[in-house]
């Protein structure tokens, strides 16, 4: 890509000297015609700047797609590869050494726990290409949202800290109408995101609440917050918070993506907010009437 701007920006340096040089030579053939060989050649050299402008524009943008990209498979070995060293260390301590049975069960429990935490990851990769593509249908039905956002929580803490920092404040019992599936990755986008932009072994809120027709998700973390010029992007594909080269917070950038792409499917809505003292706050909304 660095190539292609070189010999962008060549062409069109060699462009505007042929253009001054041709200009110059037919004013001296023709010097009676020089205004209107100069008002033609302004024409033409905004019309140029201007289609240079654009094409310098869309290099420029297909360059950071392409750092985004490479990122993202390099994001996905990491994924892929910690989970599954994770699962290999298990089994192996479980064939090698003469465990009780507790111990076992627990070891064969965390091993369960990182093969849903690879599932998520394969599953977050094919709806986010089936949404792109516009062939995933969004199957809706009246399911327990409280007992998801339990569950999920749940699930997640094991992966966190030895302590409990996944804090759950949740009605019991709040049904909605919608695609359990894709909904249940809402959820799991949004609080694993919490855990991985948060110290070690600080608390996140998980909140479900009901209040006058309105049922309201919310997951507050305690990590270095969003900038408020970087809030209207993180819901793009492949977009991260911080520098494609300094970031280290490891992540595939599709979670958020088809966080908002479910939501509005569900016509649900999403805001981010400060958390105070530190950190963020992710607040959906749904409304109850038609559910």
Known sequence: MHKSLVIFYS?????????????????????????????EGAVFILLFFTGAYFLQRSLKKERKLHEQQKNFLLSVTHELKSPLASIKL????????????VQTHAFLNNSLKDIERLDDLVENMLI???????????????????????????????????????????????????????LTLVVSNLIENAVKYSPPCEEIKAELHNKNGIITFSVADKGTGIKDEEKLRIFEKFYRVGSEDTRKTK??????????????????????????????IFEVSFSTYGN
């Open 128 to 182: 986010a290409t089936r949404i792109e593509n516009h062939s995933y249908s969004f199957p809706k039905e009246r399911f327990n949202f409280s007992e998801i956002i339990e569950k999920v929580a749940g699930r997640l803490q094991i992966h966190s800290c030895s302590s409990q920092i996944i804090k759950t404040q949740v009605e019991p019992d709040i049904y909605i109408t919608g695609d359990k599936f894709a």
């Open 251 to 280: 992540g595939t950038g599709l979670g958020l993506y088809i966080v908002k792409q479910v939501l509005d499917n569900h016509q649900a809505n999403i805001k981010v907010k400060n958390n105070r003292p530190a950190g963020s």
């Open 11 to 39: 062409l069109v340096i060699y462009a505007l000297a042929e253009l001054l040089w041709w200009g110059i030579l037919i004013v001296q053939i023709q010097p009676g015609r020089k205004g209107m060989i100069l008002g």
């Open 90 to 101: 298990y089994l192996q301590t479980i064939l090698k050494r003469n465990l009780d049975k």
